[in-house]
Protein backbone atom coordinates (compact mmCIF):
# COMPACT_ATOMS: atom_id res chain seq x y z
CA UNK A 1 0.00 0.00 0.00
CA UNK A 2 1.11 3.72 -0.70
CA UNK A 3 -0.56 6.71 0.92
CA UNK A 4 -0.04 9.57 -1.35
CA UNK A 5 0.20 12.92 0.15
CA UNK A 6 -1.27 16.36 -1.81
CA UNK A 7 -1.99 19.76 -0.56
CA UNK A 8 -5.40 20.75 -1.25
CA UNK A 9 -5.24 24.08 -2.58
CA UNK A 10 -2.84 22.68 -5.69
CA UNK A 11 -5.83 20.70 -6.85
CA UNK A 12 -5.40 22.50 -10.90
CA UNK A 13 -2.44 20.57 -10.54
CA UNK A 14 -3.02 17.56 -8.44
CA UNK A 15 -6.10 15.90 -10.36
CA UNK A 16 -4.61 14.81 -13.13
CA UNK A 17 -1.47 13.69 -11.12
CA UNK A 18 -4.29 11.30 -9.05
CA UNK A 19 -5.96 10.52 -12.22
CA UNK A 20 -2.63 9.28 -13.84
CA UNK A 21 -1.92 7.02 -10.71
CA UNK A 22 -5.51 5.83 -10.77
CA UNK A 23 -4.80 4.55 -14.26
CA UNK A 24 -1.96 2.19 -13.34
CA UNK A 25 -2.97 0.94 -10.24
CA UNK A 26 -6.12 -0.13 -12.34
CA UNK A 27 -3.90 -1.76 -14.70
CA UNK A 28 -1.77 -3.48 -12.30
CA UNK A 29 -3.48 -5.47 -9.40
CA UNK A 30 -0.24 -5.21 -7.21
CA UNK A 31 -0.50 -1.44 -6.72
CA UNK A 32 -3.05 -0.55 -3.91
CA UNK A 33 -3.33 3.35 -3.13
CA UNK A 34 -4.87 5.97 -0.54
CA UNK A 35 -4.60 9.40 -0.98
CA UNK A 36 -4.47 11.80 2.00
CA UNK A 37 -5.10 15.41 0.96
CA UNK A 38 -4.16 17.85 3.47
CA UNK A 39 -4.90 21.47 4.09
CA UNK A 40 -7.37 23.48 6.08
CA UNK A 41 -9.12 25.59 2.69
CA UNK A 42 -12.70 23.24 2.73
CA UNK A 43 -13.87 25.10 0.14
CA UNK A 44 -12.19 23.01 -2.29
CA UNK A 45 -13.24 19.29 -0.93
CA UNK A 46 -16.12 19.92 -3.58
CA UNK A 47 -13.75 19.94 -6.75
CA UNK A 48 -12.30 17.01 -5.79
CA UNK A 49 -15.24 15.22 -4.73
CA UNK A 50 -16.55 15.66 -7.53
CA UNK A 51 -13.45 14.25 -9.72
CA UNK A 52 -13.36 11.20 -7.46
CA UNK A 53 -16.67 10.05 -8.24
CA UNK A 54 -15.88 10.34 -11.83
CA UNK A 55 -12.69 8.62 -11.07
CA UNK A 56 -14.32 6.16 -8.65
CA UNK A 57 -11.65 6.56 -6.06
CA UNK A 58 -13.14 5.42 -2.27
CA UNK A 59 -9.03 5.54 -0.82
CA UNK A 60 -9.11 9.15 0.22
CA UNK A 61 -9.35 11.37 3.09
CA UNK A 62 -9.47 14.94 3.46
CA UNK A 63 -7.14 16.07 6.55
CA UNK A 64 -7.48 19.60 7.75
CA UNK A 65 -5.27 19.69 10.84
CA UNK A 66 -1.94 18.65 11.79
CA UNK A 67 -2.95 16.79 14.68
CA UNK A 68 -5.40 14.76 12.70
CA UNK A 69 -1.92 13.49 10.47
CA UNK A 70 0.06 12.98 13.03
CA UNK A 71 -2.39 10.48 14.60
CA UNK A 72 -3.50 9.28 10.73
CA UNK A 73 0.32 8.92 10.52
CA UNK A 74 1.39 7.02 13.81
CA UNK A 75 -1.52 4.51 13.01
CA UNK A 76 0.27 3.89 9.41
CA UNK A 77 4.11 4.19 10.28
CA UNK A 78 4.45 0.80 8.33
CA UNK A 79 3.01 2.07 5.21
CA UNK A 80 4.45 3.70 2.25
CA UNK A 81 4.16 7.04 1.94
CA UNK A 82 5.00 9.30 -1.16
CA UNK A 83 4.83 13.26 -0.46
CA UNK A 84 4.04 15.54 -3.74
CA UNK A 85 5.20 19.00 -3.10
CA UNK A 86 3.97 19.21 0.41
CA UNK A 87 4.53 22.41 2.53
CA UNK A 88 6.95 21.98 4.83
CA UNK A 89 4.84 21.65 8.09
CA UNK A 90 3.06 18.84 7.12
CA UNK A 91 6.49 17.07 5.96
CA UNK A 92 8.16 17.68 9.26
CA UNK A 93 4.87 16.07 11.13
CA UNK A 94 4.95 13.20 8.79
CA UNK A 95 9.16 12.96 9.40
CA UNK A 96 8.35 12.95 13.29
CA UNK A 97 5.56 10.54 12.85
CA UNK A 98 8.44 8.28 12.34
CA UNK A 99 7.28 6.63 9.32
CA UNK A 100 9.47 3.51 7.97
CA UNK A 101 9.36 4.52 4.36
CA UNK A 102 9.12 8.43 3.57
CA UNK A 103 9.40 9.24 0.10
CA UNK A 104 9.06 12.97 -1.59
CA UNK A 105 8.63 14.37 -5.14
CA UNK A 106 10.71 17.75 -4.63
CA UNK A 107 8.40 20.32 -7.26
CA UNK A 108 11.32 22.37 -7.06
CA UNK A 109 10.81 24.34 -4.04
CA UNK A 110 13.45 23.75 -1.33
CA UNK A 111 15.63 22.04 -3.43
CA UNK A 112 19.11 24.38 -3.37
CA UNK A 113 20.16 26.68 -0.59
CA UNK A 114 19.39 30.63 -1.93
CA UNK A 115 22.80 31.88 -0.46
CA UNK A 116 20.93 36.08 -1.15
CA UNK A 117 18.32 35.04 1.36
CA UNK A 118 18.67 34.76 5.05
CA UNK A 119 15.48 33.09 5.95
CA UNK A 120 17.10 30.36 3.56
CA UNK A 121 20.30 30.06 5.08
CA UNK A 122 18.49 29.90 8.67
CA UNK A 123 16.42 27.07 7.28
CA UNK A 124 18.98 25.22 5.80
CA UNK A 125 19.70 22.92 8.83
CA UNK A 126 15.78 22.04 9.25
CA UNK A 127 15.84 20.89 5.66
CA UNK A 128 19.04 18.68 5.77
CA UNK A 129 17.30 17.43 8.67
CA UNK A 130 13.87 16.56 6.93
CA UNK A 131 15.35 15.28 3.63
CA UNK A 132 17.39 12.62 5.39
CA UNK A 133 14.38 11.07 6.52
CA UNK A 134 13.52 9.83 3.11
CA UNK A 135 14.28 6.61 1.43
CA UNK A 136 13.94 8.35 -1.90
CA UNK A 137 13.85 11.84 -3.82
CA UNK A 138 12.38 12.11 -6.99
CA UNK A 139 12.60 15.73 -8.60
CA UNK A 140 11.04 16.92 -12.27
CA UNK A 141 14.07 17.97 -13.85
CA UNK A 142 18.26 17.43 -13.66
CA UNK A 143 18.96 20.69 -12.22
CA UNK A 144 16.74 20.54 -8.83
CA UNK A 145 18.36 16.64 -8.76
CA UNK A 146 22.19 18.34 -8.77
CA UNK A 147 21.04 21.02 -6.09
CA UNK A 148 19.81 18.42 -3.72
CA UNK A 149 22.93 16.66 -4.03
CA UNK A 150 25.02 19.54 -4.09
CA UNK A 151 23.23 21.11 -1.42
CA UNK A 152 22.25 18.61 0.79
CA UNK A 153 24.14 16.13 0.04
CA UNK A 154 21.91 13.84 -0.75
CA UNK A 155 22.65 10.75 -2.90
CA UNK A 156 18.73 9.03 -2.97
CA UNK A 157 17.29 11.43 -6.08
CA UNK A 158 16.58 10.54 -9.60
CA UNK A 159 14.77 12.38 -11.69
CA UNK A 160 11.02 10.98 -12.67
CA UNK A 161 8.94 13.80 -14.30
CA UNK A 162 5.25 12.72 -13.74
CA UNK A 163 3.38 10.10 -16.27
CA UNK A 164 0.52 11.98 -17.64
CA UNK A 165 -2.75 9.88 -18.54
CA UNK A 166 -4.61 12.52 -19.46
CA UNK A 167 -2.03 14.10 -22.10
CA UNK A 168 -1.77 10.23 -23.38
CA UNK A 169 -5.37 10.74 -24.25
CA UNK A 170 -5.32 13.80 -25.46
CA UNK A 171 -2.79 12.89 -28.33
CA UNK A 172 -4.80 13.13 -31.31
CA UNK A 173 -6.58 16.02 -30.07
CA UNK A 174 -3.10 18.05 -29.50
CA UNK A 175 -2.09 16.69 -32.93
CA UNK A 176 -5.86 18.01 -34.57
CA UNK A 177 -4.45 21.58 -33.08
CA UNK A 178 -1.31 21.47 -34.34
CA UNK A 179 -2.33 20.66 -37.76
CA UNK A 180 -5.27 22.89 -38.14
CA UNK A 181 -4.19 26.47 -36.54
CA UNK A 182 -6.49 29.24 -35.38
CA UNK A 183 -7.28 31.58 -38.01
CA UNK A 184 -4.71 35.02 -37.25
CA UNK A 185 -6.37 37.75 -35.26
CA UNK A 186 -4.07 40.50 -36.45
CA UNK A 187 -2.36 40.84 -33.73
CA UNK A 188 0.14 38.45 -31.91
CA UNK A 189 -0.55 37.13 -28.78
CA UNK A 190 1.95 37.06 -26.11
CA UNK A 191 1.50 35.20 -23.05
CA UNK A 192 3.77 35.46 -19.86
CA UNK A 193 3.88 32.81 -17.64
CA UNK A 194 3.66 30.62 -15.57
CA UNK A 195 1.63 32.07 -12.03
CA UNK A 196 1.20 34.73 -9.80
CA UNK A 197 5.00 33.62 -8.00
CA UNK A 198 6.50 34.82 -11.67
CA UNK A 199 5.05 38.09 -11.36
CA UNK A 200 8.24 39.78 -10.03
CA UNK A 201 9.66 39.25 -13.50
CA UNK A 202 6.28 40.04 -15.59
CA UNK A 203 7.44 43.84 -15.10
CA UNK A 204 10.94 43.85 -16.55
CA UNK A 205 9.76 41.53 -19.17
CA UNK A 206 6.97 43.92 -20.04
CA UNK A 207 9.68 46.61 -20.87
CA UNK A 208 11.24 44.31 -22.64
CA UNK A 209 8.69 43.60 -25.71
CA UNK A 210 7.42 46.99 -25.26
CA UNK A 211 9.09 47.91 -28.43
CA UNK A 212 6.51 45.59 -30.58
CA UNK A 213 3.65 47.20 -28.67
CA UNK A 214 2.22 47.98 -31.98
CA UNK A 215 1.71 44.40 -33.41
CA UNK A 216 1.45 42.70 -30.11
CA UNK A 217 -0.99 41.82 -27.42
CA UNK A 218 0.22 40.89 -24.06
CA UNK A 219 -1.67 38.43 -21.18
CA UNK A 220 -0.05 38.07 -17.79
CA UNK A 221 -1.18 34.77 -16.40
CA UNK A 222 -2.42 35.31 -12.55
CA UNK A 223 -4.13 32.26 -12.43
CA UNK A 224 -2.72 31.20 -8.79
CA UNK A 225 -2.18 32.14 -6.08
CA UNK A 226 -4.09 34.65 -5.56
CA UNK A 227 -2.67 38.32 -5.29
CA UNK A 228 -3.95 41.37 -3.57
CA UNK A 229 -5.49 44.50 -5.43
CA UNK A 230 -2.41 46.66 -4.68
CA UNK A 231 0.22 43.69 -6.53
CA UNK A 232 -2.89 43.52 -8.99
CA UNK A 233 -3.20 47.50 -9.97
CA UNK A 234 0.48 47.98 -10.24
CA UNK A 235 1.38 45.53 -12.86
CA UNK A 236 -2.35 46.68 -14.37
CA UNK A 237 -1.07 49.78 -14.40
CA UNK A 238 2.13 49.01 -16.06
CA UNK A 239 0.98 46.73 -18.55
CA UNK A 240 -1.54 49.69 -20.11
CA UNK A 241 0.77 52.26 -19.89
CA UNK A 242 2.91 50.37 -22.38
CA UNK A 243 -0.14 48.37 -24.41
CA UNK A 244 -2.77 50.11 -24.10
CA UNK A 245 -6.36 48.34 -24.17
CA UNK A 246 -3.90 44.92 -25.64
CA UNK A 247 -2.81 44.04 -22.42
CA UNK A 248 -4.52 41.79 -20.12
CA UNK A 249 -4.74 39.66 -17.31
CA UNK A 250 -5.70 36.02 -16.71
CA UNK A 251 -6.55 35.05 -13.55
CA UNK A 252 -9.01 32.08 -14.09
CA UNK A 253 -8.41 28.45 -13.25
CA UNK A 254 -9.76 26.11 -16.47
CA UNK A 255 -11.04 22.85 -17.16
CA UNK A 256 -8.23 20.92 -18.74
CA UNK A 257 -9.61 20.70 -22.52
CA UNK A 258 -9.85 24.86 -22.09
CA UNK A 259 -6.84 25.11 -20.55
CA UNK A 260 -5.42 23.42 -23.77
CA UNK A 261 -7.54 26.10 -26.18
CA UNK A 262 -6.31 29.03 -24.08
CA UNK A 263 -2.98 28.17 -24.70
CA UNK A 264 -3.54 27.51 -27.94
CA UNK A 265 -4.78 30.96 -28.87
CA UNK A 266 -1.39 32.60 -27.85
CA UNK A 267 1.61 32.65 -30.74
CA UNK A 268 4.36 33.01 -28.16
CA UNK A 269 5.00 32.06 -24.60
CA UNK A 270 7.33 33.89 -22.11
CA UNK A 271 8.41 32.59 -18.37
CA UNK A 272 11.60 34.64 -17.31
CA UNK A 273 11.78 32.61 -13.76
CA UNK A 274 15.09 31.56 -12.77
CA UNK A 275 13.87 28.10 -10.49
CA UNK A 276 11.43 25.22 -11.88
CA UNK A 277 8.28 26.83 -12.85
CA UNK A 278 5.32 26.16 -15.18
CA UNK A 279 6.53 22.83 -16.39
CA UNK A 280 3.36 21.81 -17.19
CA UNK A 281 2.55 25.05 -19.71
CA UNK A 282 5.89 24.51 -21.16
CA UNK A 283 4.59 21.08 -21.97
CA UNK A 284 1.78 22.32 -23.33
CA UNK A 285 3.00 24.77 -25.70
CA UNK A 286 5.36 22.54 -26.71
CA UNK A 287 2.95 20.21 -28.18
CA UNK A 288 0.56 22.94 -29.72
CA UNK A 289 3.94 24.31 -31.70
CA UNK A 290 4.31 27.32 -29.90
CA UNK A 291 7.51 29.68 -29.47
CA UNK A 292 8.96 29.07 -26.48
CA UNK A 293 11.07 31.35 -24.14
CA UNK A 294 12.70 30.26 -21.21
CA UNK A 295 15.18 31.19 -18.70
CA UNK A 296 17.30 29.48 -15.65
CA UNK A 297 16.87 25.72 -14.67
CA UNK A 298 13.35 25.74 -17.26
CA UNK A 299 15.92 26.30 -20.15
CA UNK A 300 18.38 24.35 -19.22
CA UNK A 301 16.22 21.06 -18.77
CA UNK A 302 14.21 22.18 -22.05
CA UNK A 303 17.20 22.78 -23.82
CA UNK A 304 18.88 19.55 -22.43
CA UNK A 305 15.88 17.62 -23.90
CA UNK A 306 17.08 18.43 -27.78
CA UNK A 307 13.48 20.87 -28.37
CA UNK A 308 13.32 23.78 -30.42
CA UNK A 309 13.41 26.58 -27.70
CA UNK A 310 14.78 29.89 -27.11
CA UNK A 311 16.43 31.53 -24.05
CA UNK A 312 15.08 34.92 -22.40
CA UNK A 313 17.96 36.61 -23.95
CA UNK A 314 16.28 36.08 -27.26
CA UNK A 315 13.58 38.14 -27.09
CA UNK A 316 15.55 41.27 -28.78
CA UNK A 317 16.36 38.98 -32.11
CA UNK A 318 14.66 40.32 -35.43
CA UNK A 319 12.86 36.78 -35.52
CA UNK A 320 11.19 37.48 -31.98
CA UNK A 321 7.46 37.22 -34.14
CA UNK A 322 8.66 34.76 -36.70
CA UNK A 323 6.72 31.84 -35.83
CA UNK A 324 8.30 28.41 -35.66
CA UNK A 325 8.18 26.18 -39.08
CA UNK A 326 6.23 23.77 -39.36
CA UNK A 327 9.21 21.55 -39.45
CA UNK A 328 10.15 23.02 -35.82
CA UNK A 329 6.89 22.49 -34.76
CA UNK A 330 6.36 18.98 -35.58
CA UNK A 331 9.25 18.10 -34.28
CA UNK A 332 8.39 19.23 -30.62
CA UNK A 333 5.39 17.38 -30.32
CA UNK A 334 6.84 14.10 -31.89
CA UNK A 335 9.76 14.37 -29.58
CA UNK A 336 7.77 15.20 -26.82
CA UNK A 337 5.25 12.24 -26.66
CA UNK A 338 8.70 9.92 -27.43
CA UNK A 339 10.66 11.31 -24.39
CA UNK A 340 7.51 10.40 -22.26
CA UNK A 341 6.60 7.36 -23.81
CA UNK A 342 8.78 5.37 -21.08
CA UNK A 343 6.97 7.00 -18.33
CA UNK A 344 4.46 5.16 -17.23
CA UNK A 345 7.03 1.70 -16.96
CA UNK A 346 9.08 4.12 -14.99
CA UNK A 347 6.58 5.02 -12.58
CA UNK A 348 5.32 1.50 -12.09
CA UNK A 349 8.57 0.15 -11.66
CA UNK A 350 9.05 2.62 -8.82
CA UNK A 351 5.45 2.41 -7.38
CA UNK A 352 6.29 -1.53 -6.88
CA UNK A 353 9.54 -0.85 -5.04
CA UNK A 354 8.50 1.65 -2.76
CA UNK A 355 5.29 -0.28 -1.97
CA UNK A 356 7.29 -3.61 -0.87
Not at 102 to 130: D, Q
Request: aromatic share 14%; glycine share 4%.
Amino acid sequence: MIIHVFYLPNHHLNLSIIESFVCMATENDDIKLIFLIVGSEKQYYEIYEKRFRELKIENFLFIDRLALLWNYARRNRSQSYLLHGIPYKYIACLVLSNIEKLNWVCWGAGARINRKNAKSILFTPVKKFLYKNFSSVLTLMTGDKISLEHDFKLDNVRVMPYFSIKHTKLRDMFYSLLRNPSINRGRIRVLLGNNSWCLPTYYDLLKKISKYNATIEVHCMLQYPKIGEKEKNKILSLGESLFGKYFFLDMEILPTEEYIHYMNSFDIYICACEEQSGLGAVSTCLKLGKKIYLAGLNYDWIASQKFCIFHIEDINADDFLIELSQKDKAYNIDRWYYTRSFLKGVWIDYLREIGK
